[in-house]
């Protein structure tokens, strides 16, 4: 089945500690974006690639990097340097960049204990 | 950027009633509008979107409509079931990046 797979469910991380979150597609899509939801608040975008070897920071990309070395997977690193990592983080690809229907992956849970 | 506004935050309906959502938009250049519903451990998935030149869309039980004028957008859901009580997000989509803009969120209920 084609579909967007984002790992682990749910994440604990110390503080001073760097993570990184995968997402894995298999729909051959070239866009792939992340996105980080608070309570109360929309999904705000943190990285987006429009396809493979590169990407562009999104509204809220200070303390994340990205890598996308290959078309199918887009993880996201949520580093030290993010003052309040807390929350739930979707990833999602489309088709193109251009108006097109975005699937999301069932999100991972991070929390800083 | 595009600033995009979802009301009410949290919807309460009795099953077989209507459910509206309401959301408005700032960058008038915006041309694509999804909608998604986001349920618990299933992700969130494309429900029916809307583009600029259409002011309505329906898909059996839900109906999306656009004034560009007034720059909102609402979601209509009829005959409510169970299984429609989730988290619903509007989005926008401006050129030319085309970067969807979401709304808040606003979480419905439907009760039995």
């Known amino acids: 089945d084609g579909g967007i797979t984002q790992s682990p469910k749910y994440l604990f991380r110390k503080e001073g500690q760097n993570v990184t979150l995968s997402c894995e597609q298999n729909?051959?899509?070239?866009?792939m974006y992340w996105y980080r939801q608070d309570p109360g608040q929309g999904l705000r975008l943190i990285y987006y690639?429009?396809?493979?070897?590169?990407?562009q920071k999104g509204d809220i990309a200070e303390g994340y990097s990205v890598s996308r070395e290959k078309k199918e997977s887009f993880p996201l690193t949520v580093t030290s340097a993010q003052k309040n990592p807390t929350a739930f983080y979707l990833c999602?690809?489309?088709?193109?960049?251009?108006?097109?229907?975005?699937?999301f992956g069932q999100g991972t849970r991070l929390t800083v204990v | 950027g595009e600033n995009v506004e979802q009301h009410p935050s949290t919807l309460s309906v009795q099953e077989g009633d209507s459910a509206v959502i309401k959301c408005t938009y700032s960058?008038?250049?915006?041309?694509?509008f999804p909608w998604y519903k986001q349920e618990l451990g299933k992700g969130s998935q494309l429900i029916i979107d809307?583009?600029?030149?259409?002011g309505e869309k329906k898909d059996q039980r839900i109906a999306v409509t656009l004034n560009k004028t007034a720059k909102h957008f609402s979601l209509h859901i009829t005959e409510t079931q169970p299984e429609d009580s989730a988290v619903y997000f509007c989005?926008?989509?401006?050129?030319?990046?085309?970067?969807?803009?979401f709304g808040a969120g606003t979480t419905v209920t439907v009760r039995a």
């Open positions: 999602a690809s489309s088709l193109d960049r251009v108006n097109t229907e975005a699937f």
């Open positions: 809307i583009r600029s030149n259409v």
């Open positions: 690639s429009q396809i493979v070897n590169d990407f």
């Open positions: 989005a926008a989509s401006p050129p030319p990046d085309y970067k969807l803009s």
């Open positions: 960058d008038s250049a915006s041309n694509y």
């Open positions: 729909l051959n899509h070239d866009a």
